[in-house]
């Protein structure tokens, strides 16, 4: 995950954020019930045949005038379970920008992720780096203006209500 992603100051042999970067970046929330996708997705345990979840998050803000550019970050893994084979595992990731005044959802978009899992191995990453999302500057901090949502889309408990605070 380029490290621009996460803030900070930029290490050695690496570019310098782009002029207009801003520390104040919206922080990034993982949907309740949408951290990880089991299949089947009411198997316990001992019939798991795998398990995709949510890792690592990040995000970048660059301000341009009266507009945020918000660019986000994401990995995560496949693992099998009990009744898994080896193979390439996927499903359907959003990424979305929530307007905290009003609770409304500015901008969102689906990205189908997928892991592969080798013969003789148990587990398999996925990154995924979004579309940038261009949203407008309300205040001098964006994060007290948006906050960045994430999750798999099958399974989750409650869609946009609760979230749990994930990184970044």
Do not use: H
Not at 42 to 50: E, F, I, L, M, S
Not at 69 to 88: C, K, N, W
Not at 105 to 131: M, N, T
């Amino acid at each position: 995950m380029p490290s621009i992603f996460g803030g900070g100051e930029p290490k050695e042999g690496q570019p310098p954020a782009p002029p207009g970067a801003t520390p104040d970046c919206p922080e990034v929330f993982v949907e309740s019930g949408a951290a990880m996708l089991r299949s089947p997705p009411d198997a316990d345990g001992a019939n798991v045949r795998y398990q995709l979840s949510l890792g690592e998050t990040a995000r970048e803000c660059v301000v341009e005038g009266d507009r945020l550019t918000i660019r986000v970050g994401l990995e995560g893994s496949a693992v099998l379970g009990a009744l898994g084979q080896p193979g390439a595992f996927g499903a359907n990731l959003r990424v979305a920008i929530r307007r905290l005044k009003d609770d409304t959802l500015v901008a969102s978009k689906i990205y189908r992720v997928s892991a592969s899992i080798p013969k003789g191995a148990a587990r398999g990453e996925f990154q995924v780096i979004a579309d940038p999302f261009t949203v407008p500057v309300m205040s001098p901090r964006a994060q007290d203006d948006y906050e960045i949502l994430v999750g798999f889309t099958q399974g989750a408990e409650k869609p946009v209500a609760e979230k749990k605070r994930k990184g970044g």
